[in-house]
């Protein structure tokens, strides 16, 4: 008899996440693991460049369900998500749900199983940016609280969970699936046509899509200046995530140093940042692969869950007044950035152990 456990994927940043244990799954099952896994697509994100070009890049077989919600407001989405994973669960439930990451796929998948008495495992709990304006904050603090288990990446993820009374036992320190994913595709790295044309190794990488940043369209503007001009004449290259795009539309006088492109592949993404000065962002995921990378990371927020990749790694919060940018931009170009180290556990052997702790949970 085999043991189901459903992986829940449904935004970008969760496809690097369950590709190392999907593939762990796979090893195991090859050996004669029971465990056996139906991997559920929500279609929060669907446009090839978002999600279908993640599953060829990383060896993730195809989802066996695709449930089909697409974009709409914070509930609407929600409310897509839920009610189709329910109509899935009654009509073949699973032994386990497990979500990753902090996307709104996660938090309606989790709330979903947990009430149909489907017990939820969570990778990557227990991150905490404190700001309850951010909606995925909102989603990490929903998930954990009905989650059962939880795999951690950094041992502040464990503290956060205890101070909130969950109990040692069901908190397990696995490292960061994300850079399992990094660290086995760096031989397979590969760069975008429009390299040829680049400067080797100078330049900068641009990413904005948090709705605080780039929503409004004059104070995205001031933003963009503020990188086109610190970057004092380089290249600043900019993948445009579909939400900002609607922004960028709006905008007369955009910095000519930065080009915008389409979003990238995973691996020609990472091209692109391994071969950088550095890296602007306010993505999480992004501070995570510049530390081990080692690529300089400079977050335009006021706050991150993530906070090993400042203590430890290359990352350097400058919130969200343009005025940052210029100073530390003139540090990033004397060479002047701090080195960082690589956090515990980010070795890329967490799939494994968080194969390994299912198989010995469930069966
Ligand atoms: C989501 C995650 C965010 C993550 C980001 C990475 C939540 C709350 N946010 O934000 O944590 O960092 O993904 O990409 O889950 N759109 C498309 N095509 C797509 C997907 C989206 O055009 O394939 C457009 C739609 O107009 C949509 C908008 O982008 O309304 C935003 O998409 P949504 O999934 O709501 O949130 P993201 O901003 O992508």
């Known amino acids: 008899m085999t043991i189901l456990i459903d992986i ?30 139906r991997l559920v697509h929500t279609g929060q994100h669907y446009d090839r460049r978002m999600s279908g070009d993640f599953f060829t890049q990383l060896g993730i077989p195809e989802p066996d369900v695709n449930l089909g919600a697409g974009s709409g407001t914070q509930a609407r989405q929600t409310a897509a998500i839920m009610t189709a994973y329910e109509d899935l669960l009654m009509a073949k439930p699973s032994r386990m749900c497990l979500v990753v990451g902090d ?20 990778v990557e709990g227990g991150l905490r940016s404190r700001d309850w304006s951010m909606p995925e904050e909102i989603n990490r603090l929903a998930t954990d609280a009905i989650s059962n288990w939880f795999f951690t990446t950094s041992s502040t993820a464990g503290d956060n969970l205890r101070a909130e009374g969950v109990e ?29 044309d680049l400067p080797a190794g100078d330049y900068l990488v641009l990413t904005l899509h948090r709705p605080a940043n780039v929503d409004d369209a004059g104070d995205f503007a001031r933003m963009l200046r503020a990188v086109g001009e610190g970057a004092d004449g380089k290249r600043v290259i900019f993948p445009v995530h579909p939400r900002t795009r609607k922004s960028c539309e709006l905008i007369d006088d955009f910095p000519s140093n ?30 995570e692969e510049a530390t081990v990378l080692g690529i300089p990371c400079m977050t335009l927020r006021d706050n991150t869950e993530r906070p090993e990749t400042v203590e430890i ?13 210029r100073p530390a931009l003139e540090r990033l170009l004397a060479g002047q950035w701090k080195k960082g180290a690589i956090p515990e556990k980010w070795d890329g052997k967490t799939g494994a152990r968080i194969a390994a702790i299912l198989e010995d949970m469930l069966d």
């Open 8 to 37: 829940i994927a449904g935004a970008r940043p969760n496809f690097m996440k369950i590709a190392p244990i999907v593939h762990a799954l796979a090893q195991r099952r090859r050996a004669g693991s029971r465990l056996q896994w």
């Open 103 to 122: 996307v709104t796929s996660t938090m309606a998948c989790a709330i979903t199983a947990q009430k149909l008495q489907v017990p939820v495992a969570h």
């Open 168 to 196: 040692d036992s069901r908190i397990f320190f696995t490292g960061n699936t994300m850079i399992d994913t990094l660290l086995a595709n760096m031989d397979r790295l590969q760069p975008p046509a429009f390299a040829s």
């Open 258 to 287: 930065i080009h915008m492109v389409e979003p990238q592949p995973y691996l020609e993404f990472i091209w692109l940042v391994k071969h950088s000065l550095g890296v602007i962002t306010d993505s999480g995921g992004i501070t």
């Open 313 to 325: 790694g290359t990352n350097e919060l400058l919130g969200t007044d343009p005025a940052a940018l």
